[in-house]
């Protein structure tokens, strides 16, 4: 099993920066993709990023692509997400997830066997 918790959510005005971080724990895997999935209250849960093992690959949902950006640290078992300029509507419950097997790329949804509880992230006006 591999625990992932999330950590760094918060309140913020429009336009400003946060960064978000997981850290994984349990089972390790040696090679795995890592990411993060959000979702707003009434909404379905939405792709926002994701990053390889080694941080030379990543792929972003079209809403966030040019104002976040996904890294990691594998010696602290940790991956990152830093996002700009933030927006009302990046307001959401922000979820840490890791596909451990990586069997394409980008992953789908359903390759995250690994899933954190969620941070909250408000963007106020």
């Known amino acids: 099993q591999v625990q992932l918790v999330e950590s760094g959510g918060g309140l913020v005005q429009a336009g400003d920066s946060l960064r978000l971080s997981c850290t994984a724990s349990?089972?390790?895997?040696?090679?795995?993709?890592m990411g993060w999935f959000r979702q707003a209250p009434g909404k379905e849960r939405e792709f926002v990023a994701v990053?390889?093992?080694?941080?030379?690959?990543?792929y972003y949902g079209p809403s966030v692509k040019g104002r976040f950006t996904a890294s990691r640290d594998n010696a602290k078992n940790t991956m990152y997400l830093q996002m700009n300029s933030l927006k009302p509507e990046d307001t959401a419950v922000y979820y840490c997830?890791?596909?451990?097997?990586?069997?394409?790329?980008?992953?789908?949804?359903?390759?995250?066997?690994?899933w954190g509880q969620g941070t909250q992230v408000t963007v106020s006006s």
């Open positions: 990053i390889n093992w080694s941080g030379d690959k990543t």
């Open positions: 349990g089972r390790t895997f040696s090679s795995g993709a």
């Open positions: 997830v890791a596909d451990i097997y990586v069997l394409r790329w980008p992953p789908l949804r359903a390759d995250y066997a690994y």
